[in-house]
């Protein structure tokens, strides 16, 4: 009766440590980090990320958007369809300024640390 | 000197009456020379002959296939099928825009198909859904834009009457409405300068030249300063799509009308979290898409609208 509990123990400490090791590897590199785009707005509104991380957008609306930032600050998406997602990797610390280039009521900000 | 060169006839032709809504679309017809001409009846039938008639439609989005209307071009063919059965043949049409909903050559392929059944000519500005490509409104410039200024504006004139074009879905801001852009409004001046305070002037362009709903972005940031080159003349007529419904203000010398979309409604300022579209029950669809007249009385500016739906 002990042994499948102590198995499972072992993979359990098993997965933990590699789980473990791929935060760290995550948080060196800086954690992913998605928004979503829903009604017309970008949630959640402010990421804070570090440099380095992959910023994900995907677009949950039944119209298009796109991801353009103030300035050019960062390479612009293409217009996203339904369910289409964009990735851009922020590897310079700074406040970054973005909207939605077809509805520019919309915006959102990427704060990207050391 | 054709009739449209005489200083007179344009005085007398400065009433723009709007006839018929059809389907989707909208007719309108502009008469002149109806105040002065009443009592004469000769010269109420050379007015009659000198009306002009057009069709508005916007908002095709083709290639929308979501939940809210999974056949936009179906719909659109039904609109185009209206067109085509009114008893008095529009002189042309103008269309304001989102003809596409992704820029796609095949969304704009399936649109001039079912469009050119109307055998009008058509005057097109984009929407912001038609300049989505990857080369950023390329498709839409060699399709539609091909003798037209900058993004694509343009002016015409038709019975004496000044038809302009402009594109507000460019170079949109942070946080902000529509744009015109400096260019196009320098433009826009010269266009209007040296004509005749008598012209009537209609002016169209995708998204609302008035600010309908701020928080929506139902606006266009320049749009008063656009207006404010128009100041001097006593009849100007602005249609705009965008929001898919009607909308309409007057502010003295200016009648501001929106359109209705041929693929989905969208709701009214302020009554959804978001202006996305649109999903009503299936037998209410063509009710949102509907359809209304609209006259103008002599002697006044306001155009009287009657809306009515498409399917009853």
């Known amino acids: 009766m002990l042994r499948p509990i102590i198995a499972s123990s072992v993979l359990g400490a098993v997965v933990g440590s590699v789980l473990a090791a791929g935060v760290l590897f995550a948080r060196a590199e800086g954690t992913p980090a998605t928004v979503t785009i829903d009604n017309f707005s970008f949630t959640p509104a402010t990421v804070t990320v570090k440099a380095g991380t992959t910023v994900t957008w995907t677009n949950k609306d039944d119209i298009p958007h796109g991801v353009g930032a103030t300035n050019n600050a960062f390479k612009k998406s293409p217009a996203l369809d339904t369910d289409d997602s964009y990735t851009f990797t922020f590897t310079t610390p700074g406040t970054y300024q973005y909207f939605c280039y077809l509805h520019p009521k919309m915006v959102g900000t990427i704060v990207v640390e050391q | ?312």
């Not at chain 2, 002016?203 to 309908?212: N, R, S, Y």
């Open chain 2, 1 to 312: 000197m054709s009739e449209f060169d005489n200083r007179d006839g344009i005085n007398r032709r400065k009433v723009l009456e709007c006839m018929t809504w059809c389907g989707t679309g909208v007719l309108w017809t502009i008469a002149g020379g109806v105040p002065h001409s009443l009592g004469i009846m000769g010269e109420a039938q050379a007015a009659e002959t000198r009306s002009l008639s057009f069709l508005q439609i916007s908002d095709s989005h083709v290639g929308f296939d979501k939940p809210a209307n999974p056949n936009a071009l179906g719909t659109l063919e039904e609109a185009i099928t209206k067109v085509n059965a009114l008893p008095q043949k529009p002189a042309f049409m103008i269309h304001t825009g989102d003809i596409s909903h992704l820029s796609k050559e095949k969304e704009f392929d399936d649109a001039d198909h079912i469009i050119s059944q109307s055998r009008l000519d058509v005057h097109y500005v984009p929407g912001e859904h038609d300049l989505i490509d990857a080369d950023q409104g390329k498709i839409y410039r060699e399709r539609y834009g091909k003798a037209a200024k900058g993004a694509g504006w343009y002016s015409f004139d038709a019975n004496g009457v000044h038809f302009i074009g402009l594109v507000n879905v460019v170079n949109l801001q942070a946080g902000g409405l529509g744009n015109l852009g400096a260019e196009q409004l320098e433009w826009l001046e010269n266009d209007v300068k040296g004509r005749s305070a008598s012209s009537p002037i209609v002016l169209f362009a995708h998204i609302p030249l008035w600010t309908v709903y701020q928080d929506w972005g139902w606006g266009t940031q320049d749009g008063a300063q656009a207006l404010s080159y128009l100041k001097k003349f006593g009849s100007v007529t602005v249609l705009n799509g965008h929001i898919h419904q009607v909308m309409q203000k007057v502010e003295g010398n200016v009648t501001f009308h929106t359109a209705r979309s041929t693929a989905f409604p969208q709701p009214a300022p302020g009554t959804a979290p978001s202006p996305g579209p649109l999903k009503v029950p299936d037998d209410q669809l063509r009710k949102m898409l509907g359809i209304a007249n609209v006259t103008f009385k002599q002697n006044e500016q306001r155009l009287a609208i009657i809306d009515s739906p498409l399917q009853a």
